[in-house]
């Protein structure tokens, strides 16, 4: 039968609560990671990238983890503001330019 | 800020024709791609096109689809023959360079009814 609705994980979070949004990846070649934004209707808007010989990077109020021992990547966004309501997906790339997404997380911002 | 655009932003087309989506990639970017996005669904990649051919394909990619570069501009995706499961939002994307971010489209939501 048909699907409808998300099939995507969500997040809740109360306004000015950090949030953290975890990403897996199957693949050990991949070097190069960024996490997108996208809201209804939109296509994905860049928020940070990370390149495989980092752990961490910071942006303005969002910081980017990568552990590459374990396949796994982080997204955190200090304060979150309603703004940030969107799905979050992170990209990986082992090429260095054709990028696999993520399944994606609904993050929803409480006022 | 330079932008990827896409036409139309959205298709209503039925079962069986040709559809033809455009995009218009940032000028100095070298490297091109389509992505579908199925409703509700991870974004997932169709092809990649760089120097004037396509250098990486997907499984989703099979020959109802072609891209072309027709003018130095613009970058289309034709889907021939479209059935029910083509609807999706399909998103243009291009690089500057390698280990670059990709700048996405508004995308073009496809109906095939």
């Known amino acids: 039968g048909e699907s409808v609705g998300l099939h995507l994980p969500t997040l809740s979070v109360q306004e000015g609560d950090n949030s953290i949004i975890n990403c897996a990846y199957s693949?050990?070649?991949?070097?190069?990671f960024i996490w997108y934004k996208q809201e209804s209707g939109k296509g994905p808007q860049f928020i940070i990238d990370?390149?495989?010989?980092?752990d961490k990077r910071q942006g303005q109020r969002v910081t980017v983890l990568l552990n590459k021992t374990v396949k796994h990547l982080s997204l955190q966004i200090a304060a979150t503001q309603p703004g940030d309501s969107a799905v979050y997906f992170c990209?990986?790339?082992?090429?260095?330019?054709?990028?696999?997404f993520g399944t994606g997380t609904s993050l929803t911002v409480i006022p | 800020e330079p932008e990827v655009t896409q036409t139309p932003s959205h298709q209503v087309t039925q079962m069986g024709q040709e559809v033809i989506l455009r995009c218009v990639p940032i000028s100095n970017h070298l490297y091109f791609y389509w992505y579908r996005q199925i409703l509700g669904q991870k974004v997932e990649f169709l092809v990649s096109?760089?120097?004037?051919?396509?250098?990486?394909k997907s499984e989703i990619f099979d020959d109802q689809f072609s891209v072309e570069r027709p003018d130095g501009s613009n970058f289309t995706l034709k889907i021939r023959s479209t059935k029910l499961e083509d609807s999706a939002m399909y998103f243009c994307a291009s690089v500057k360079g390698t280990d670059t971010e990709a700048f996405f489209g508004q995308g073009t939501r496809l109906t095939v009814v």
């Open positions: 990209a990986g790339s082992n090429t260095g330019n054709q990028f696999y």
């Open positions: 096109f760089y120097n004037n051919e396509i250098s990486e």
């Open positions: 693949n050990s070649a991949s070097d190069y």
């Open positions: 990370i390149r495989s010989n980092m």
